[in-house]
């Protein structure tokens, strides 16, 4: 029996992921499949950019472990899982499905959860918001050249890393984070969210889209951005009783952030761990 197989699955009421780019030769398939293989969920959402079409128009790239995911998630949805898939701007053909199913998998535009604690989310990809980003260059995700050698380092020096029996790393992350510019970006992608979650009238939002897993309340609004399978490896996961995390998924996995998002009056906390989280029981 593989690792998987002898694995307890940890159940949830709810798992977010997006941003996949199945095709583009830098999504951490493997990882995502691990991830996949030791959860659960009522509900599987699929926040857009699951598979990368831009990619694939300039290069096909397609190895086994990017079939084995899809694989993965159409067994899921046969098992009795609710799959909703919210297309992405890299996936964009499937919004021309919007509101039929296929396969099983549900397709919309956007889609309203609400938690175990009676809390309403939006849930869209996030591409609306591009206007709102005056870089909006340094948040796209195919096609720039420069979010592509942050790649290229990340990709190598992982793989250096990995030779001395280090855990993956994003460097990507490190460098944007310390980039001006794509610091604005970013803070003015999350105003544009947040605004848009009051103008539904919702408790919060969960999106994805620029690859910068983050969970905070800004303005009694919870944003929460569930981060990409390129970089970050993470997914946003809910609670029995309705607290929202914010997963890391590679070597070592442990929670990035939580919100308890019950009562949303209470001072809002960050928690991060290095402390392994025992998705095995």
């Given at each position: 029996?593989?690792?998987?197989?002898?694995?307890?699955?940890?159940?949830?009421?709810?798992?977010?992921?997006?941003?996949?780019?199945?095709?583009?030769?830098?999504?951490?398939?493997?990882?995502?499949?691990?991830?996949?293989?030791?959860?659960?969920?009522?509900t599987?959402?699929?926040?857009?950019?699951?598979?990368?079409?831009?990619s694939?128009?300039?290069?096909?790239?397609?190895p086994?472990?990017?079939?084995?995911?899809?694989?993965?998630?159409?067994?899921?949805?046969?098992?009795?899982?609710?799959?909703?898939?919210?297309?992405?701007?890299?996936?964009?053909?499937?919004?021309?499905?919007?509101?039929?199913?296929?396969?099983?998998?549900?397709?919309?535009?956007?889609?309203?959860?609400?938690?175990?604690?009676?809390?309403?989310?939006?849930?869209?990809?996030?591409?609306?918001?591009?206007?709102?980003?005056?870089?909006?260059?340094?948040?796209?995700?195919?096609?720039?050249?420069?979010?592509?050698?942050?790649?290229?380092?990340?990709?190598?020096?992982?793989?250096?890393?990995?030779?001395?029996?280090?855990?993956?790393?994003?460097?990507?992350?490190?460098?944007?984070?310390?980039?001006?510019?794509?610091?604005?970006?970013?803070?003015?992608?999350?105003?544009?969210?947040?605004?848009?979650?009051?103008?539904?009238?919702?408790?919060?939002?969960?999106?994805?889209?620029?690859?910068?897993?983050?969970?905070?309340?800004?303005?009694?609004?919870?944003?929460?951005?569930?981060?990409?399978?390129?970089?970050?490896?993470?997914?946003?996961?809910?609670?029995?009783?309705?607290?929202?995390?914010?997963?890391?998924?590679?070597?070592?996995?442990?929670?990035?952030?939580?919100?308890?998002?019950?009562?949303?009056?209470?001072?809002?906390?960050?928690?991060?761990?290095?402390?392994?989280?025992?998705?095995?029981?």
């Amino acid at each position: 029996m593989t690792n998987n197989q002898l694995r307890k699955k940890q159940h949830y009421p709810a798992i977010w992921i997006s941003d996949v780019h199945l095709g583009y030769k830098d999504c951490k398939a493997d990882y995502l499949l691990d991830f996949l293989n030791s959860v659960e969920s009522d509900t599987l959402y699929l926040v857009g950019d699951i598979i990368d079409l831009w990619s694939m128009k300039r290069q096909f790239y397609w190895p086994p472990s990017h079939y084995e995911v899809l694989n993965c998630i159409q067994t899921k949805a046969a098992s009795g899982t609710r799959v909703i898939y919210i297309p992405g701007n890299h996936d964009e053909a499937f919004r021309n499905y919007i509101n039929q199913t296929l396969f099983g998998v549900e397709i919309h535009q956007q889609f309203i959860h609400t938690t175990k604690a009676n809390k309403r989310f939006l849930l869209i990809h996030g591409d609306d918001f591009d206007s709102a980003t005056r870089y909006n260059k340094l948040v796209s995700i195919a096609g720039d050249a420069g979010y592509d050698f942050l790649l290229f380092l990340n990709r190598w020096t992982n793989r250096i890393r990995k030779i001395f029996g280090g855990n993956y790393y994003s460097l990507a992350s490190w460098i944007k984070a310390r980039v001006h510019k794509a610091r604005e970006a970013i803070s003015a992608f999350e105003d544009a969210a947040v605004h848009e979650a009051k103008k539904q009238n919702v408790d919060g939002i969960i999106c994805g889209h620029i690859h910068h897993p983050k969970i905070k309340v800004d303005d009694d609004i919870i944003y929460c951005n569930d981060g990409d399978w390129i970089e970050s490896c993470t997914a946003l996961v809910e609670q029995q009783d309705g607290k929202i995390e914010l997963l890391h998924w590679s070597d070592t996995q442990f929670i990035l952030d939580s919100a308890d998002i019950a009562i949303l009056n209470t001072p809002f906390n960050t928690t991060t761990s290095t402390k392994p989280k025992k998705s095995a029981a």
